[in-house]
């Protein structure tokens, strides 16, 4: 009989839905056979904010609302044996650990927390980095320098006998091909096995996108009950055979088109996926019903995994500006368009040094249009509307530029178009991200304990 293990997700990004992790964690409970959860809590900036608030307190600088999903969920998934393995350790799993360790108290004193280490270099020796680094990049700013790391520490660490696996930048698929490795025994050299557990996580990661989320849209794709949708689960069978479910009595579905919408977000190339564990290659992939709420994937291939690692600086150094104002009523298209004009002319006397972005919601806000040539298309043919928002964007390292050139957009109340109202004003710290690669070898993974 085929060994088979289950491998749900919880969450597919840090403000998820905790009840539906705690759902997921009780279906996993009710099944036969090696069970795991993963949460998926990390994106491409919140790594840079997590090392900000680490910098302010020691005793922070994993996910935010890491413990909103575990500990609904603790003692289902130490009651039964499931595993926990999530990314939501961020900039400081030590900590994470720690509070744990502190949650968990006498009663539970046996269970193994592994913290996968290896991923953050930002105190790594600055003249060993340097050759990797972007030759453009300041060095001033720099608050977050990760790597992306594959499954081997989670791997070992589930081999060691961790009931919480605690990750920093783990490649998101990574949290799944661990407890494959682990619970199938599979090697991981064996490219093909290592593309399908590649499969299973990338299903997986962004968690309910599979079953319905991100998917929706009225007349054309109906999801039922897409307030409750459920979380997807994965059997995954040791001869490589991969179904894809989802949590019982949950709202969703999972179906040939949802899968393979997910199967193919942020592929940039699908015959070529590059992944710390293998490179994987969808060219042959077949997706087929097997059942309600059941998709079988096979035919995928995989090929050795790539020489070097994606790493991802996180820079402080700018401020990011909003400034909203409203027209509505009769003609409201018209005194919107004259509203941005006279804004694009202020900012261009005052600060020509700064481009700004300056969108009309709901007729043009795409495509970072800051020369309006996207605006002059939509134009041609927008309709005419009786409700515009005006939304300027602006960034720079001098806060208070910004703030005098958000007075602009108020300024428009007694200096602009008739009938303007509503102004909002905000400013916040922009994070921005730059990517480089390093050879594999450069980079070692390692476990503590707590």
């Avoid at 602006?394 to 509503?422: C, F, K, Q, W």
Wanted: aromatic residues 6%; contains cysteine; negative net charge.
């Amino acid at each position: 009989m085929t060994r088979t293990i289950h491998i749900g997700c919880g969450a597919g990004f840090a403000n998820d839905r905790p009840d539906a992790a705690l759902r997921l964690a009780k279906d996993l409970a009710g099944r036969n056979g090696q069970r795991y959860l993963m949460l998926e809590l990390l994106a491409e900036r919140t790594l840079a904010e997590a090392q900000l608030r680490k910098r302010a307190d020691p005793a922070l600088g994993y996910a935010a609302r890491l413990f909103d999903f575990i500990e609904p969920i603790l003692e289902i998934c130490l009651e039964h044996r499931i595993p926990i393995i999530t990314n939501g350790g961020a900039a400081n799993p030590q900590a994470a650990a720690r509070r744990l360790r502190g949650l968990l108290g006498a009663r539970h004193a046996e269970t193994r927390i592994a913290c996968v280490l290896g991923d953050d270099l930002l105190q790594a020796d600055a003249a060993a980095l340097e050759p990797w680094l972007p030759a453009d990049l300041p060095s001033a700013g720099r608050v977050s320098i990760n790597i992306y790391t594959g499954a081997d520490g989670i791997t070992q660490a589930l081999e060691q006998g961790a009931q919480i696996v605690l990750c920093g930048r783990v490649a998101d698929p990574s949290l799944a091909v661990g407890p494959a490795r682990h619970g199938l025994g599979w090697a991981r050299d064996d490219w093909t096995k290592m593309a399908i557990a590649t499969v299973a996580g990338h299903l997986l990661e962004c968690c309910t996108q599979v079953t319905g989320g991100y998917f929706a849209h009225p007349g054309i794709k109906d999801v039922p009950d897409l307030a409750n949708l459920g979380c997807p689960i994965v059997e995954l069978g040791e001869d490589g055979s991969l179904v894809i479910t989802k949590t019982r009595g949950s709202g969703g579905f999972v179906s040939e088109r949802t899968v393979r919408e997910q199967l193919l977000y942020e592929v940039h190339d699908p015959r070529r996926y590059l992944t710390p564990d293998v490179v994987l290659d969808l060219g042959t992939a077949c997706v087929r019903q097997q059942g309600e709420n059941r998709v079988e994937v096979s035919g995928i291939q995989g090929h050795p995994q790539p020489e070097t690692l994606k790493g991802l600086v996180g820079l402080r150094g700018l401020w990011f500006g909003e400034g909203e104002i409203s027209y509505a009523g009769p003609a409201a298209l018209a005194r919107a368009r004259l509203a941005r004009d006279v804004l694009l002319q202020r900012f261009a006397q005052l600060a020509p040094q700064i481009e700004p972005w300056i969108d009309l919601s709901g007729v043009a806000s795409l495509f970072n249009d800051s020369r309006g040539e996207y605006l002059a298309q939509r134009l041609e043919h927008a309709p005419e509307l009786e409700d515009v928002r005006v939304r300027v964007g602006l960034m720079h390292p001098d806060r208070d530029l910004i703030d005098a050139l958000l007075g602009e957009v108020e300024s428009l109340y007694t200096n602009g178009p008739a009938g303007g109202g509503g102004v909002r004003r905000h400013v916040s710290e922009s994070l921005t991200t730059q990517s480089f690669l390093i050879p594999r070898d450069e980079i070692e993974t390692s476990l503590e304990w707590y």
